[in-house]
């Protein structure tokens, strides 16, 4: 099993960013339920100065069965110095689509973790880069920290939500690069991928305990994604309030 590391992160570390953190999504080929993206944040001067190590266990969260996820999952937000997991409803994917819904779960979960760091509404040079990218600011304003971004695929739907009308003003715009397999490469984006993953999947296991009128989906089991089972029941009864139901419901849909 690959294990990551943080070369990805020193780099960005190196490069003048003073937080460094690491996104990556799930529930995208869901059929029913929400998507989610994890993020994972670990300051620089920590990692520069050799206080930070990849935490044990660490994998491609797809390569880690249930219970492992589960084991390591504490261990993981400890290892942070601030994390969240941003969430976008199958409401809001019908309306947006799916690519836009990840930018703005991934800007809510930013805001999230950069709000635990103690990045608020103060930030002033934050709030000016992201509402006026040209602005200059003055030499009273307080220089906002700069956070250097690893986003797990090949395309960056997280720049092109800043700034639009359903997505959360974030303290700091962070600066994002995109890694394909980024969650076996890169620490923090593997660590986001597990928290995320953990999280989505308790999610729709007590969505499932607390509606038994849907146990035929079988969420506690495929987690809303496309098995046999769902996609029959779904054909017999018809989506849930929950399902995405622009999407081909019954038909062939690879999950993530």
């Known amino acids: 099993m690959p294990v990551p590391t943080l070369d990805m992160e020193r780099d960005l570390a190196a490069g003048g960013a003073d937080y460094i953190v690491g996104f990556d999504e799930v529930g995208r080929g869901a059929l029913a339920g929400p998507a989610m993206v994890g993020a994972a944040v670990i300051r620089s001067a920590d990692l520069l100065a050799g206080r930070v190590d990849v935490p044990a266990g660490v994998a491609d969260s797809k390569l880690l069965t249930e219970r492992k996820r589960e084991a390591i ?31 703005v779960a991934a800007l809510r979960a930013l805001d999230e973790a950069e709000r635990a760091l103690g990045l608020g ?112 029941a779904i054909a017999e009864l018809g989506p849930t309030p929950l399902h995405r139901v622009s999407w081909h419901l019954t038909g062939n849909r690879a999950a993530d």
Not at 75 to 94: K, P, Q, Y
Not at 140 to 168: C, H, R
């Open 73 to 103: 999952y504490d261990e993981l937000t400890d290892w942070c110095a601030a994390w969240a997991v941003g969430s976008a409803s199958n409401e809001e994917i019908d309306e947006w689509g799916i690519g836009y819904a990840l930018g």
């Open 121 to 232: 509404d103060d930030t002033q040079a934050g709030r000016e880069r992201q509402n006026d990218p040209g602005h200059q600011s003055g030499p009273e304003s307080q220089e906002a920290p700069s956070i250097g971004a690893i986003l797990d695929g090949p395309y960056d739907y997280i720049t092109k939500t800043v700034g639009t009308f359903d997505a959360p003003v974030v303290p700091v715009v962070p600066h994002v690069v995109t890694r394909v397999k980024g969650d076996r490469h890169c620490a923090t984006v593997a660590t986001a991928a597990v928290i995320a993953k953990v999280t989505r999947d308790r999610l729709m296991a007590g969505i499932a305990h607390d509606h038994p009128e849907w146990e035929a989906y079988g969420w506690a089991g495929n987690k809303g994604y496309g098995s046999a089972a769902h996609r029959a």
